[in-house]
């Protein structure tokens, strides 16, 4: 997303109440989340992450399978036309068409995912079935709608009444600018929910599901759906998830980076923190956008960071049920 979209204090005095100074590959810099490993443990990204994980918690606290709780999880906010970030009320492209990005990953390393898919409320659920009952992992546009057809998914209209009004409004100022183009988007918040859980067997699961971003170009796919980009898990080691400008977090193939980082032995925080330094490292123009990892590892530590302040996350475990802001680069300069 465009910084502008969210309110960013560079020079925010935001507490690091809660942080736990840890074992640091990097030095002393990075103070390390918490996570004392008991499982089960859910994380996801942004404010809708409460609720959702709270639906993955009645699976989890269960002793269920963490992909039945990180599917659960994120078709709430799919199903929510008050988060128009994801699924049904999602906020559409240039030409008012709500399209869907979806991906899922079990601690086996099987992968599941959907693109550029319309009409469809839990694209979560056609990218899990992709996974479990196709020998591919990617299904996008009218292939992907088809199968879903074919499996019992009903046919929706995304668009809600609100969204609707809000498309119109925007589409009157952007023809009054002469111009649609990515950089005259729109300044609405965006937010993807990923989820990742650890179940009380240590299965480690991750699910990634939205609308992309906001009056995107129609046929425009995000990192959401892209795995190693928007999710990768490997149960071994742990999973990340991505949110925010996608673009960015594609061409440095950020999930995957990250839990490559937890591999050589970073905690979940520094690896989240050293995909970031990837990005402002290699995009020159990466100052216009931000982007957040979350991380969890096979031990149910976990972690998170972003470009700007303002990306919170939801973490819940038998003691927490909570938000909290995410580090940011930009406040260490
Ligand atoms: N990463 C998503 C995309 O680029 C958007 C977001 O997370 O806000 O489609």
């Known amino acids: 997303m465009a910084i502008s979209r969210r309110k960013f204090v560079t020079n925010s005095t935001t507490a690091l109440a809660g942080i736990a100074l840890g074992k640091s590959a990097l030095g002393d810099t990075v103070l390390n989340d918490m996570g004392n490993g008991t499982l089960p443990i859910v994380v996801s990204t ?39 970030s994801v699924g049904y009320g999602g906020i559409p492209d240039q030409t008012g068409k709500v399209s869907l990005d979806a991906c899922i990953m079990d601690e086996k390393g099987q992968a599941g995912s959907v693109c550029f898919l319309q009409h469809i409320k839990h694209p979560i659920s056609v990218a899990r079935l992709v996974m ?24 929706e209209n995304l668009l809600t009444p609100e969204m609707k009004k809000k498309w119109k409004e925007w589409k009157k100022k952007q023809e009054a600018r002469d111009i649609i183009n990515f950089e005259n988007r729109s300044k609405d918040d965006h937010d993807t929910i990923g989820m990742l859980a650890l179940d009380a067997e240590g299965r480690l699961c991750g699910a990634c599901t939205t609308s992309g971003v906001p009056y995107k170009m129609f046929g425009r796919v995000g990192d959401s759906p892209i795995i190693g980009a928007g999710l990768f ?7 990340a998830v991505a949110t925010g400008q996608g673009e960015l977090v594609m061409k440095t193939l950020g999930s995957f980076l990250v839990v490559e980082f937890m591999r050589n032995g970073y905690s979940p925080k520094e690896a989240c923190l050293k995909a970031i330094q990837r990005i402002t490292k290699q995009i020159p123009d990466y100052q216009k ?25 939801a973490i819940k475990t038998n003691e927490d049920d909570k938000l909290k802001e995410a580090e940011s680069f930009r406040k260490l300069l």
């Open 46 to 84: 942004w404010k809708h992450g409460l609720a959702a994980n709270r639906a993955a918690w009645a699976i989890l606290s269960e002793g269920g399978y963490a992909l039945d709780a990180v599917e659960a999880g994120v078709r709430v906010p799919e199903g929510d036309p008050l988060v128009t």
């Open 132 to 155: 479990e009952n196709t020998p591919h992992v990617m299904l996008s546009g009218k292939g992907a709608l088809k199968f879903a057809l074919a499996n019992g998914f009903k046919k």
């Open 233 to 239: 898990v490997d149960g071994q080691v742990g999973g």
């Open 289 to 313: 956008y931000q982007v957040g990892y979350i991380a969890l590892n096979s031990k149910g530590e976990y972690g998170a960071f972003s470009i700007y302040p303002g990306f919170d996350y």
